[in-house]
């Protein structure tokens, strides 16, 4: 998949998509991402990106000319153009497994108020928003997105990585899990785990997902 991302912030992406799995993803090129700084697209002296919003009202706005400048040079047919805002439609697994099945994504992320409403007309395939929360700029977002995304790529998890989908997609919380030493500090691990009757430990394991579940996040719970 390729992924281009659209920012003022260039210098915040540097860390957490050189680890680990994403880094791993991109050595082994099933990922190629490409981090674009919004000013490139400017013509002023300034590298002017914003501009006060007509009719008046406090804050900036991102300014259409270089946002358009930029998707258009950057963006294929088969890319699917992305902006990452408060007043998009809110982030889940399930979009992010809708996205891992994309050529390829764009992330536009913007700063201060946001952008120019002919962006969003013109431009934008989707909107999403990863929480209601307000921050500061849309990079934290934008990486979340693609973390969220790349791990779902078909070969960028290994088999021990891989597990925590199923009870997502399950639509219940993990079970308690527990690894050695099995007591410590005077706490012990539950009986039935250690006891070696695997349908046992099935039966407890769906009972204390359901459980979980129920207590934490009712929300996610599925009427059966
Ligand atoms: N999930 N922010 C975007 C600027 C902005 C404001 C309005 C467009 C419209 C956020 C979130 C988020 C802060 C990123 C405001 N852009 N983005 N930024 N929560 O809080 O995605």
């Known amino acids: 998949m390729k992924i281009d991302v659209l920012t003022l912030f260039p210098a915040m992406f540097a860390g957490p998509l050189d680890?680990?799995?994403?880094?791993?993803?991109?050595?082994?090129?099933?990922?190629?991402?490409?981090?674009?700084n919004l000013r490139d697209?400017?013509?002023?002296?300034?590298?002017?990106?914003?501009?006060?919003?007509?009719g008046g009202g406090p804050g900036m706005l991102l300014k259409p000319e270089p946002l358009f400048e930029a998707i258009e040079e950057l963006r294929r047919k088969s890319t699917r153009v992305i902006l990452l805002s408060p007043a998009g439609r809110k982030f889940n697994q399930q979009i992010?497994?809708?996205?891992?099945?994309?050529?390829?994504l764009m992330l536009v992320t913007g700063h201060y108020e946001g952008f120019d409403e002919r962006v969003r007309e013109t431009l934008a395939d989707?909107?999403?928003?990863?929480?209601?929360?307000?921050?500061?700029?849309?990079?934290?977002?934008?990486?979340?997105?693609?973390?969220?995304?790349?791990r779902l790529l078909p070969g960028v998890l290994g088999d021990d990585e891989s597990s925590l989908d199923e009870s997502f997609s399950a639509g219940l919380l993990e079970y308690p899990t527990y690894t050695r030493p099995a007591e410590f500090r005077g706490m012990k691990v539950p009986e039935v785990l250690v006891s070696g009757h695997h349908a046992e430990i099935e039966k407890w394991r769906r009972e204390q997902a359901k459980r979980q579940t129920k207590e934490r996040r009712p929300d996610l719970m599925k009427p059966d």
Not at 131 to 136: A, P
């Open 41 to 54: 697209w400017t013509h002023d002296r300034h590298k002017t990106v914003d501009d006060r919003p007509f």
């Open 19 to 36: 680890e680990s799995i994403i880094k791993r993803a991109r050595a082994a090129g099933l990922l190629d991402l490409k981090i674009h």
């Open 126 to 150: 989707d909107e999403l928003s990863i929480g209601d929360y307000v921050l500061t700029n849309g990079a934290l977002p934008a990486m979340v997105v693609i973390d969220a995304v790349v």
């Open 96 to 104: 992010a497994r809708e996205l891992a099945r994309e050529k390829d």
